[in-house]
């Protein structure tokens, strides 16, 4: 166990049960997010689930997502038997039909479960799994909370990546009594890191942190339809580490709570005020976060290079 190796305990009422669901290889923020959550005592991962990041770029994407994230269990040499799942490998065509999945069927399993500690189920790409795990099992949504990275800029919305890949799942789950903490795109984008810092503090670190750090210079020149490569030419977004920053640290200061919208297909935010309200952050701490998945991943790199 990894959790075993630090100097420092996490008493067991502080535990939390999660679930990670991530677009792995949509872009290259997801595997810096799944390293820190599996190097975080305070949570008992209990299943990744491989989602898709729609169909259009790769038609077999979640599969994709899959694979990345067998890549990370390996360079980090981490048991996968019963760890990694399959989730759906489509959005919901309506808002009545379920794509059931073995990540569906995890979210409900241990939702349902006679565990009586939290469980969060942290979401980097669309909502598709739990909009489908909510349509077989309604009554998940009061036994869980959901993190979700995604949605546009209070209060207006707008085009936004995750949502995009599923605004049926989206507006499924904003409809229901799932408790969400949502962290919209200008709060994400409070994620930012050079590459110079990302080579100093995290490509020294064993096998994964050379892992995380080369996908992410290779994808940083990959020709990706819709998007520039490179971006800015010298920076980057963790946008998805704010899913276990707020497991670490929920920044109880820096939310609203407001009656979860409907979302159009353009994703405008249509405020009903019928939906009840969910946690809408508006900043988060990116020095925390980051020094925290910098420190963890040098002090797994020291204990591997002892053994």
Known sequence: MIYDKYKFVVPKEKQVRVITNTDAYNEADDQFAIVQT???????????????????????????????????????????EGMIFKGADKPLKDRVTPVDSEGARLIIKEAMSDDTRPLFVTFMGPLTDLASAYLIEPRIASRLTAIWIGGGQYPVGGVEFNLSNDIHAANIVFGSAIPVWQVPKN???????????????????????????????????????RKSPFRTGESWVLGDSPAVGLILYEHRF?????????????????????????????????????????CKLALFARRNNAN
Do not use: W
Request: charged share 25%; hydrophobic share 35%; net charge negative.
């Open 38 to 80: 599996l190097l975080s005592p305070k949570l008992d991962n209990v299943g990744m689930i491989a989602a898709h990041y729609g169909i259009e770029r790769d038609s077999d994407s979640m599969e994709k997502s899959y694979e990345e994230i067998n890549r990370i269990f390996d360079a980090m040499n981490l048991e996968k």
């Open 187 to 225: 709060v994400y984008e409070m994620m930012p890191v050079s590459l110079a810092e990302l080579e100093c503090r995290v490509e020294p670190c064993g096998g994964i942190g050379k892992y995380v750090f080369n996908q992410l210079i290779e994808h940083s020149h990959a020709d990706i339809p």
């Open 254 to 294: 820096e939310f609203d709570y407001i009656p979860a919208p409907q979302i159009t297909q353009d994703m405008t935010y249509i405020h009903t005020g019928l939906n009840r309200p969910i946690r809408v952050y508006r900043k988060i701490d990116s020095r925390l976060i980051l020094e925290d998945f910098y």
